[in-house]
C-alpha cells in the first residue's frame, strides 16, 4: 500500500509561471501571424501552447511518470499539431504554389515551446521563441537578400511575373 503524498509536485506558483510562459510564446507568434494575415493566429497560438503546456504539466505531476510515457505524451501532442497544422495549408491556383507552411510549422514550434514550458525548461524556451520569432520576422528580407546575390546577370527573380519590372 502507498502512503498518500503531502507534498504537491509543483507550487502553484510554478504552475502558473509556465502556464504565462507558455501563453506569452503562443501569443506573441499568433500576434506575428496576425499582423500577416495568416489563418491561424492569436487565439490559435496561444490555445496550442497552453494546451501543450497542461498536457505536460499533468504527466509531470503523476508521481512516478517515467520517460517513455512522458516520450509517447509528446509523441502524440506533436502528431496531433501535425493535423492541426496540416489544415493551414493549402495550395494556390498555381500547382507549384503552396502556402501556408511557415504557419504550420509556426503551429508545431508553438506546441514544442508550450511542452517546453510546461516542462519547466525555461531555458529552452526562451531562446527557441526567440530563434523562432527571430525567422519569422527576418527570414523573409533574408531570403530575398540571398536570392539577389545568387541571381546570374540577366535572370528575372523566381516571384517576378512577366511583363513585371523589376
Same mark, same amino acid.
Given at each position: ?24 510564446? *503562443? /501569443?506573441?507568434?499568433?500576434?506575428? !501571424? &496576425?499582423?500577416?494575415? #495568416?489563418? $491561424? +493566429?492569436?487565439? @490559435?497560438?496561444?490555445? =496550442? ?35 492541426? *497544422? /496540416?489544415?493551414?495549408?493549402?495550395? !494556390? &491556383?498555381?500547382?507549384? #504554389?503552396? $502556402? +501556408?507552411?511557415? @504557419?504550420?510549422?509556426? =503551429? ?47 535572370? #528575372?527573380? $523566381? ?8
Amino acid at each position: 500500500m502507498t502512503e498518500p503524498l503531502t507534498e504537491p509536485v509543483l507550487t502553484n506558483l510554478q504552475i502558473l509561471l509556465r502556464l504565462l510562459l507558455a501563453f506569452g510564446c *503562443g /501569443a506573441v507568434i499568433g500576434l506575428n !501571424r &496576425e499582423f500577416h494575415r #495568416k489563418p $491561424a +493566429g492569436f487565439r @490559435t497560438f496561444g490555445l =496550442v501552447s497552453i494546451g501543450s503546456a497542461i498536457v505536460m504539466l499533468v504527466i509531470e505531476m503523476e508521481r512516478g511518470t517515467g520517460a517513455d510515457a512522458v516520450s509517447r505524451v509528446m509523441q502524440g501532442v506533436l502528431t496531433g499539431i501535425g493535423f492541426l *497544422g /496540416a489544415g493551414v495549408i493549402f495550395r !494556390r &491556383e498555381s500547382p507549384s #504554389k503552396v $502556402a +501556408g507552411l511557415t @504557419t504550420a510549422a509556426a =503551429v508545431w514550434l508553438t506546441a514544442g515551446l508550450g511542452m517546453a514550458a510546461g516542462a519547466g525548461q525555461y531555458a529552452i524556451v526562451i531562446v527557441g521563441m526567440a530563434l523562432g520569432l527571430l525567422l519569422l520576422l527576418l527570414g523573409v528580407p533574408f531570403e530575398r537578400l540571398l536570392t539577389r546575390l545568387m541571381k546570374k546577370p540577366g535572370e #528575372k527573380d $523566381a516571384d517576378e511575373e512577366p511583363g513585371d519590372t523589376p
